[in-house]
């Protein structure tokens, strides 16, 4: 099964609105870890934000805030005021337990138009 | 910074050959792991190490081995490429420990194997 579900292939959004990307999760281990990362065209991983499971507010990096819910099991991106080089790809990942992997979604591309 | 270096940016094989893919961290971490991206799928573990000459088979090992002689150093082989072994291959590193330690990835090795 999958253990992380982005829905989203791709997402068109204006410059200086705000966008939500769609994370959703699945595990049975109390503790876990989210992240999120960016990658642009160049192909390096950026980490954005992360969020523990027993953190009980939602985390927040500058532009970027993390919408946890975790009886639904989402971890929603939020990018807010967008800007043009905010145009990338978009992974959530799961690290569950102590384990040391990390579980990645299939992926959002963002494109922001001026 | 913590850097995760990449010997190449682009590669291309021929079907059979051995290829080694290389990478190197700075920052003394005790995790590398190695994934490949493919469209749609997101990136999934081949091998990750937690130490050196530890190394443990992710989700996708078939058709690669791994070699970590040194700690900074963790490279991936594939003993004979084939056409289905075309993708993007990430190298990532992070401490050990605490859940939250983000990784953090190299630039990618593009992989061609025609």
């Known amino acids: 099964a999958q253990k992380i579900t982005q829905t989203q292939p791709g997402m068109f959004v204006q410059e200086k609105e705000a966008v939500t990307l769609d994370c959703t999760y699945d595990?049975?281990?109390?503790?876990?870890?989210l992240f999120w990362y960016k990658q642009p065209s160049s192909g390096e991983m950026i980490f954005l934000i992360y969020q523990g499971s027993y953190d009980q507010q939602n985390a927040t990096e500058g532009r970027y805030s993390l919408n946890f819910q975790k009886a639904r099991k989402s971890a929603n991106l939020v990018i807010s005021a967008s800007q043009l080089g905010d145009s990338a790809m978009y992974f959530c990942a799961m690290r569950e337990g102590n384990d040391y992997k990390l579980s990645f979604g299939a992926g959002t591309t963002v494109t922001v138009r001026a | 910074d913590v850097k995760v270096t990449q010997s190449s940016r682009y590669l291309v094989k021929r079907t059979g050959e051995k290829v080694f893919l290389e990478c190197v961290q700075d920052?003394?971490?005790?995790?590398m792991f190695w994934y490949r991206q493919d469209p749609g799928l997101g990136l999934r573990l081949i091998y990750f190490s937690y130490d050196v000459k530890m190394k443990e088979k992710g989700d996708i090992p078939e058709g690669y081995s791994v070699s970590r002689e040194k700690k900074e150093r963790f490279s991936l082989i594939l003993e004979s490429a084939s056409t289905n072994q075309t993708s993007m291959y990430l190298c990532?590193?992070?401490?050990?420990?605490?859940?939250?330690?983000?990784?953090?990835f190299g630039p990618g090795t593009r992989l061609t194997v025609t």
């Open positions: 990532a590193s992070s401490l050990r420990g605490l859940a939250l330690h983000e990784q953090y």
């Open positions: 920052m003394d971490h005790e995790n």
């Open positions: 595990t049975s281990d109390p503790s876990y870890g």
